[in-house]
């Protein structure tokens, strides 16, 4: 509510824009069928003229379709009953004045679209209420038979196959078989806890990639002609190891049909980007790119961190994106460092500059995904943040832009590939040095001319939304984009439903404890 008392409730405010329209006595008395909604304007639908006011009321009970159009049908029968509303039109007042009349018409169209209002909200409650039974009687717990904690999940691209990763040193692959998973294989695979998993696309084989708190991250590719649950089915294919001794604490893969690129960054803040020597194998990998996150203010060595990397999954960015200049082949990375993401993209060139940044989240990020729908015309993004809030920012690129060169904002806010800055034990020496050296993220204030591919893009936090009790720690979005999906320490998996309104709204949630 506003100072003056008035509402800011989008919904009220559409119905009172229909009422304000409804209580002209000229549009009433020259009501005719043919200025109803086609949908409602038949013989059938409409009240006949000498009708009682309880006769038409039954009449539209008779008539009124499901009760799932509840909200539409109401409208409609405001207007079918606009004979009934006549003749307070024509009633004349106890004082005489037209106001009295007014408020009268205006009382008994209120009393209609309230009334649909709750009607509408009260779908809404029984059709979540539905849903989150069903749900509850389909969530099942999962057997993992790990001897310690599960640290992460992940699902190939046809959501058939199944890895969990845990403190216990292995790797499981599951398969889905008859709405249950049967155990593949089970194999050590690092030497400390596992704390990130993920498939690779499904054009190269079936890969995993891993990183453990050992400092190393290791490719596995399955061999089919070893016998499943045999411990030597997925083979070690490629093995690196961290360049400051500070582990990997995040990865994920880009695809784009037969072209891979890895991503890596590491707990004191450095990301790598790699892609294959020979892109039919993934046996050899160079360094595509890296980059400080943190600038120079590193976390402290027992400071709880946050850090994840998300690439865009999509094959072509947004249209608009590439109607301004940007590569129907670039890359768009997702990067959280502590508390703020910062989105990269490349240019024609294959190398990265920094596009935006995703601030508003008070403590760390724990995760980021990106929302599929490239054909929208802009990228949604979901963070979730140890402060417990889910942030969705939407990621435009205005029309009027072209390809231009890169804000001189953006300049001083971008730090140098390898900042001099950095404290001696995360400089990288011998090979690492000459590897630094080779880096491929360039100064942001180069020309565009230099660096064809460059667009400004613009970001705008649409939605906070704070039902989770407690720190939240995964987010992903549908197929479609158009559920989120979201869990935290209130030990419940809740789903967000973008409304007309163009909010995010909660529409359903499942308990996922249960008693021992």
């Not at 943040?385 to 904002?409: C, F, H, M, N, Q």
Request: with cysteine.
């Amino acid at each position: 509510m506003d100072p003056q008392g008035q509402s800011h409730d989008p919904v009220q405010l559409d119905l009172d824009a229909v009422t304000r329209r409804l209580v002209r006595p000229t549009f009433l008395t020259s009501l005719t069928p043919s200025r109803l909604p086609s949908q409602a304007a038949s013989d059938a639908s409409l009240s006949p003229p000498h009708q009682s006011p309880s006769k038409a009321h039954s009449h539209l009970q008779q008539h009124r379709p499901s009760h799932l159009h509840k909200i539409s049908l109401t409208f409609e029968d405001v207007l079918e009953q606009a004979d009934l509303v006549a003749p307070l039109i024509q009633e004349p007042s106890v004082d005489g004045g037209p106001c009295a009349v007014e408020k009268r018409v205006r009382d008994t169209l209120d009393a209609h679209f309230l009334g649909a209002r709750a009607a509408f909200a009260s779908d809404i409650d029984k059709k979540t209420s539905t849903i989150m039974a069903s749900a509850d009687r389909n969530f099942q717990p999962f057997a993992h038979g790990h001897h310690d904690l599960v640290l992460a999940v992940d699902f190939n691209y046809f959501g058939t196959r199944m890895v969990t990763a845990s403190s216990d040193h292995r790797l499981k692959v599951w398969d889905k078989k008859d709405d249950a998973w049967s155990l593949v294989e089970s194999w050590k695979a690092h030497d400390a806890e596992i704390v990130d998993v993920k498939w690779n696309g499904p054009f190269m084989g079936e890969v995993i990639g891993s990183i453990g708190e050992d400092g190393r991250c290791k490719l596995w590719q399955e061999d089919v002609t070893e016998v499943p649950q045999s411990g030597s089915r997925f083979k070690l294919i490629t093995n690196m190891g961290s360049r400051t001794n500070a582990p990997f604490v995040s990865l994920d893969f880009k695809n784009i049909m037969q072209e891979t690129w890895l991503a890596l960054i590491t707990r004191d803040g450095l990301l790598l980007i790699y892609e294959p020597v020979d892109q039919s194998s993934l046996n050899e990998w160079s360094e595509l790119a890296h980059r400080w996150v943190c600038g120079d203010n590193p976390p402290g060595r027992h400071e709880e961190v946050g850090f994840k990397v998300a690439f865009h999954k999509e094959k072509l960015p947004c249209w608009t994106a590439i109607m301004a200049g940007l590569d129907r082949k670039s890359l768009g990375l997702a990067v959280a460092a502590m508390n703020t993401v910062t989105i990269f993209r490349t240019d024609r060139s294959k190398r990265f500059w920094p596009v935006a940044k995703l601030e508003g989240a008070r403590q760390i990020i724990r995760d980021i995904a990106w929302a599929n729908g490239s054909m929208r015309g802009y990228d949604v993004i979901a963070t979730a943040s140890k402060d417990g809030a889910i942030r969705i920012y939407e990621l435009s690129t205005p029309r009027s832009d072209k390809v231009a060169a890169s804000s001189s904002s953006t300049a001083a806010d971008v730090a140098s590939v390898s900042s001099p800055a950095r404290h001696a034990s995360n400089q990288p020496s011998g090979i690492g040095k000459g590897l630094a050296s080779t880096s491929k993220v360039v100064d942001p204030a180069q020309d565009n001319e230099q660096s064809p591919g460059r667009i400004k893009q613009e970001v705008k936090l649409v939605d906070e939304l704070t039902n989770h009790h407690g720190a939240v720690w995964r987010v992903a979005f549908s197929q479609m984009g158009d559920l989120l999906v979201s869990t935290g320490d209130d030990a419940s998996i809740r789903t967000w439903k973008k409304a007309v309104n163009g909010h995010w709204a909660e529409y359903a949630e499942i308990e996922t404890a249960r008693e021992n």
